[in-house]
Nanobody, 127 residues
Framework: QSQLVESGGGLVQPGGSLRLSCAAS????????IGWFRQAPGKEREGVSC????????RYANSVKGRFTISRDNAKNTVYLQMNSLKPQDTAVYYC????????????????????WGQGTQVTVSS
């Protein structure tokens, strides 16, 4: 069974850091662009970041530029999202998703471009 599993979420104080992981099972991520999305209560799903299959191209939403870093380890079939200087407005359920092609599309990822989704991990930034 092909699936993506996110982990690493939790409760953190403002200014803190978390690293999210997105691990694939049942299929290889090597040739797929991977995106991170988030959805806060009452809000639409937002594209946060994307990384191309080889890792050379990355994209970030303006709201997270300079604070979040996306990376991947294809040998481990895993993609990461390092989140620093977290703010309360970063609170959301974070999802990773795999795209059927190797490139990210557009300046920020768009949900309809991605085919496989994880179940999400909750990130709460609060004092």
């Amino acid at each position: 069974q092909s699936q993506l599993v996110e982990s690493g979420g939790g409760l953190v104080q403002p200014g803190g850091s978390l690293r999210l992981s997105c691990a694939a099972s049942g299929f290889a991520l090597d040739y797929k662009a991977i995106g991170w999305f988030r959805q806060a209560p009452g809000k639409e799903r937002e594209g946060v970041s994307c990384i191309s299959s080889g890792g050379r191209i990355t994209r970030y939403a303006n709201s997270v530029k300079g604070r979040f870093t996306i990376s991947r380890d294809n040998a481990k079939n895993t993609v990461y999202l390092q989140m620093n200087s977290l703010k309360p407005q970063d609170t959301a359920v974070y999802y990773c998703a795999a795209r059927g092609t190797s490139n990210c599309s557009g300046p920020t990822p768009r949900a309809y471009d991605f085919d496989y989704w994880g179940q999400g991990t909750q990130v709460t930034v609060s004092s």
